[in-house]
């Protein structure tokens, strides 16, 4: 881990691959999952940051915060407050996965499910 890093934040970076996943069933709240990323968590709340370059979809996804709030807990098993903030994340990058990496880890663990959705999409 990092120094200092927050256990909430190692849960959340750990299991983000079936957040995405679980968020992502809703096809509307899939574009804003696949954006963000977890920056930290501060005061308690998982920040998720969106890049410069997509910060409309942080606007969208202030107001789907309860859909990412519910996503996060049924993963982690505890209610989450979301904070979404517009961040350079080309700065982040390194500490975490890759999207692609991300997508296909949850398309691994959540093969059957996913194929489902694709039929029906």
């Known amino acids: 881990g990092r120094p200092g ?5 190692d849960q959340v970076l750990q299991h983000w691959p079936q957040i995405i996943a679980h968020v992502g069933r809703n096809p509307a709240n899939r574009p804003i999952v696949t954006a963000c990323r977890p920056v930290e968590v501060r005061d308690g709340m998982v920040v998720l940051g969106f890049p410069e370059n997509q910060a409309f979809l942080r606007d969208h996804a202030e107001r789907k915060k309860a859909a990412l709030e519910e996503g996060i807990a049924a993963v982690l098993g505890r209610p989450v407050g979301v904070r979404c903030v517009v961040a350079n994340l080309e700065i982040a ?26 039929e029906v999409g």
Do not use: K, S, T
């Open 5 to 9: 890093a927050d256990p909430l934040f």
């Open 93 to 118: 990058e390194p500490d975490l996965e890759p999207a692609d990496d991300l997508v296909a880890a949850a398309r691994r663990i959540f093969q059957g499910d996913l194929a489902e959705i694709d």
